[in-house]
């Protein structure tokens, strides 16, 4: 029997979802789809036993006889290919530092020792659904970023997430490049976002849904929005052109108010002469976990293993 199946798993900060993956169509088969809520401060032995739940749930719903195996999108600092977490120095999931997730899920799940488990960075994950069978399919060369808790991206060259070079900045993402007084991350999330609305009105809020529907009504947040898509353009022009992207693909929680930043932001590419196609994230949640067990493919697992170790 051909095996044609694999189990995408998306490791966020706060649960884990996984569903079976159809790896000739690349899509998510039908009521596979399980989720938990996961404690990132929890004892290792709890959190694998909360994943491999998940994970067996899923697992369930399928034939195991056409499994191929299980591909992780998950967060660093982590060895991709050894499949061991190096997570320290931030509130989450420290408690797994130096465990061997593929080791202490396999024994979880009690699976046979030949069973596959894999594993990417959850940003590359997304990228490479995208590109797999997303928004970014019919380009070659594409930027995929997630625009949320924190800001992901991954540059991709004919599905393949390129991590070294000239075209790209070290590691292969932008999270990390220098802006204003800190990073690229501290602006463009989440917490850069509503940080910036604290600061000019003194009132916090618990997310950009509730940020965004104050807009219509409130001059100073439409001006934040402005003034967002005004910056992200002029940050992501530059890498753009570099990598000779034909299109930039965003993901992640503030793309859901593209409508309030998305014409500043693509009339600044303009301006900067940059003419990568712009294009919301079509796989949204789903981007992670096709990406992710896309893995199981023999053809791209063979061509991402250079990559791996950079990531």
């Given at each position: 029997m051909e095996k044609n199946i694999a189990i995408g798993t998306d490791i966020g900060g706060s649960h884990i979802s996984c569903?079976?993956?159809?790896?000739?169509?690349?899509?998510?088969?039908?009521?596979?789809?399980?989720?938990?809520?996961?404690?990132?401060?929890?004892?290792?032995?709890?959190?694998?036993?909360?994943?491999?739940?998940?994970l067996a749930e899923s697992l369930s719903k399928v034939s195991m006889e056409k499994v191929k195996g299980i591909g992780f999108a998950m967060p660093g600092?982590?060895?991709?290919?050894?499949?061991?977490?190096?997570?320290?120095?931030?509130?989450?999931?420290?408690?797994?530092?130096?465990?061997?997730?593929?080791?202490?899920?396999?024994?979880s799940l009690k699976v046979p020792g030949d069973f596959l488990i894999r594993f990417m960075n959850d940003a590359s994950s997304f990228a490479v659904g995208e590109a797999w069978v997303g928004s970014a399919s019919s380009a070659e060369r594409s930027l995929s970023v997630t625009l949320g808790t924190g800001f992901g991206s991954a540059f991709i060259d004919n599905k393949i997430p390129i991590v070294d070079g000239p075209l790209v900045p070290k590691l292969g993402c932008i999270y990390h490049l220098p802006y204003e007084k800190g990073i690229a991350d501290d602006y463009f999330s989440t917490r850069?976002?509503?940080?910036?609305?604290?600061?000019?009105?003194?009132?916090?809020?618990?997310?950009?849904?509730?940020?965004?529907?104050?807009?219509?009504d409130d001059r100073?947040?439409?001006?934040?929005f402005d003034d967002f898509g005004n910056r992200l353009g002029l940050f992501l022009a530059p890498w753009l052109k570099k990598f000779k992207a034909e299109m930039?693909?965003?993901?992640?929680?503030?793309?859901?108010?593209y409508d309030?930043?998305?014409?500043i932001f693509e009339e600044r590419l303009e301006k900067?002469?940059?003419?990568?196609?712009?294009e919301l994230s079509v796989l949204k949640e789903d981007a992670a976990l096709i990406g992710s067990a896309y893995l199981l493919d023999e053809v791209f697992w063979k061509s991402v293993q250079h990559a791996l170790p950079l990531m």
């Open positions: 569903a079976a993956i159809d790896l000739f169509a690349g899509k998510v088969i039908k009521d596979t789809f399980a989720e938990r809520p996961v404690d990132n401060q929890a004892p290792a032995t709890e959190i694998i036993s909360v994943w491999s739940s998940a600092p982590f060895d991709y290919v050894k499949g061991i977490s190096y997570i320290h120095g931030v509130a989450k999931y420290e408690n797994l530092y130096g465990v061997n997730v593929a080791e202490a899920v396999s024994a850069g976002l509503l940080g910036r609305y604290k600061n000019i009105t003194g009132k916090e809020l618990p997310g950009v849904k509730e940020l965004a529907e104050l807009a219509p100073t947040v439409m001006e934040l930039l693909v965003i993901g992640g929680n503030i793309s859901h108010a309030l930043f998305g014409n900067e002469n940059c003419t990568s196609r712009v």
